[in-house]
């Protein structure tokens, strides 16, 4: 990493250096790939840091130190998995204990908390914590975490972080953001008063849609500890080779972002002037209730974007769903092309149908994960499936 200096280093720079240095044994500038699964001690407990590959990987260490100074946090700890991250915080609970969560989240986040979780003693209301009353209702004598996710997904509504970390630490309950959608370049939930930033790795930190992996970052030591311990005890760790496609894909986060955010924008400008799309669903647009929040704990409002058309047949979603060419009808978001995804019966096919509808995710939603192509080609796609309707 380039000596310190006295300002802090920008994102750009975090991205490309930090956790790394040149290989101290061959001089190489690019993190190795450790693909070992042990270490040589030089007496027995004696060794250079790492023991065994469960606990330690070098490779795993430099993507853990630089998404950890991207989020402006002391400590990251990488998992094989979005999921396996929020898994080893949610175990951190106690029968009995209560989780409040968004009801407009990752629908794998509502299966883990419920259908897995649910069986072990722990509680949790999702309700919609656009509106900071509802959380303030849903906390209980018993709630220990409540989990944010902003912007929402899909309805891509805006949470205000700074409110409600205030709000949960009066009641010494533990706030974790799942800051996927934003990522560290436009939104750090640490500084506006989060305790644990959550991400999937796999969609926009990677980025390239060819690797699965799971970080919680945080400042506060004993998170960091008890997390490591389960690292440890309970082994959802990230491989070598993943660490290093992850890492990878980092370097290009701040000019990915960039991108994304003008390409969304552009795609934005596009469907509101439709006749056929009736709503748009994006934290940027000025009417959105979110707006002004998103203004001002996010630097630009992401890649997402949601919407109905005004024909609300099913049929007609699912002709846009599998008529475009350059978005692909895949699961997942993030990458640097373009994906559609019908969250109704794909990522949020866990979450049952009446608690979707009350939660305002309609069954004729279509969500845009919009890359980094030519945003002119991206709208063409669009603008060929929209006027065949
Ligand atoms: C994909 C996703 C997850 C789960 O991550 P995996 O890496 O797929 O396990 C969690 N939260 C959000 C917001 C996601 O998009």
Same mark, same amino acid.
């Given at each position: 990493m380039p000596s310190e200096t006295e300002k802090p280093l920008g994102p750009g720079t975090l991205a490309v250096h930090a956790g790394q240095s040149p @290989?101290?044994?061959? $001089?190489?500038v690019m993190t190795p790939?450790? =693909? /070992?699964s042990t270490y040589v001690q030089t007496?027995? %407990?004696?060794?250079? $840091? &790492?023991?065994y590959a469960r606990v330690t990987n070098p490779t795993r260490t430099a993507l853990e130190g630089n998404i950890a100074a991207l989020e402006g946090a002391a400590h990251g700890i990488c998992f094989a998995s979005g999921v396996a991250a929020t898994d080893a915080i949610v175990k951190c609970l106690r029968p009995g204990d209560h989780v409040v969560a968004s009801n407009d989240l990752y629908g794998g986040t509502y299966r883990l908390i419920r259908e897995v979780f649910g069986p072990f003693g722990i509680q949790s209301s999702f309700v919609?914590? +656009? @509106?900071?009353e509802n959380v303030e209702q849903a906390i /209980? =004598?018993?709630?220990k975490l409540l989990w944010i996710e902003t912007p /929402? &997904?899909?309805?891509?509504r805006v949470v205000d972080i700074v409110r409600l970390s205030e709000m949960a630490h009066v009641h010494d309950i533990t706030v974790a953001v799942d800051n996927t959608f934003a990522t560290p370049i436009l939104q750090q939930p640490l500084a506006l008063g989060a305790d644990l930033v959550v991400h999937s790795t796999t969609k926009y930190i990677g980025g390239h849609s060819d690797v699965i992996g799971g970080v919680v970052c945080t400042s506060d030591e004993e998170w960091d500890e008890k997390l490591r311990f389960l690292v440890k005890s309970a082994g959802a760790v990230p491989g070598p080779m993943d660490c290093f496609l992850t890492l990878r894909g980092i370097k290009t986060l701040h000019l990915r972002m960039q991108r994304h955010c003008e390409n969304a924008r552009e795609v934005v400008a596009y469907l509101e002037d &439709?006749? #056929?799309?009736a709503c748009v669903y994006y934290p %940027? *647009?000025?009417?959105?209730?979110?707006y002004d929040i998103a203004r001002r704990q996010m630097s630009d409002f992401g890649g997402m974007v949601s919407f109905l058309l005004t @024909?609300? #047949?099913?049929e007609s979603a699912m002709k846009v769903l599998s008529g475009t060419k350059l978005f692909l009808?895949?699961? +997942? *978001? %993030? %990458?640097?092309e373009s994906l559609i995804n019908h969250p109704a019966s794909m990522?949020?096919? +866990?979450?049952p149908r009446d608690e979707r509808i009350a939660a305002g *995710?309609? @069954? $004729?939603l279509i969500r845009l994960s919009v890359g980094v192509e030519d945003a002119e080609d991206l709208i063409a796609d669009l603008d060929r499936i929209l006027s065949s309707l």
């Open positions: @290989d101290p044994t061959t $001089g190489a790939i450790y =693909q /070992t007496a027995p %407990g004696v060794h250079s $840091g &790492n023991e919609d914590m +656009s @509106d900071p /209980t =004598q018993a709630t /929402t &997904n899909p309805l891509l &439709n006749p #056929r799309v %940027g *647009l000025e009417r959105s209730a979110g @024909d609300d #047949r099913i009808l895949a699961e +997942s *978001l %993030g %990458g640097v990522t949020h096919a +866990s979450i *995710l309609e @069954d $004729g």
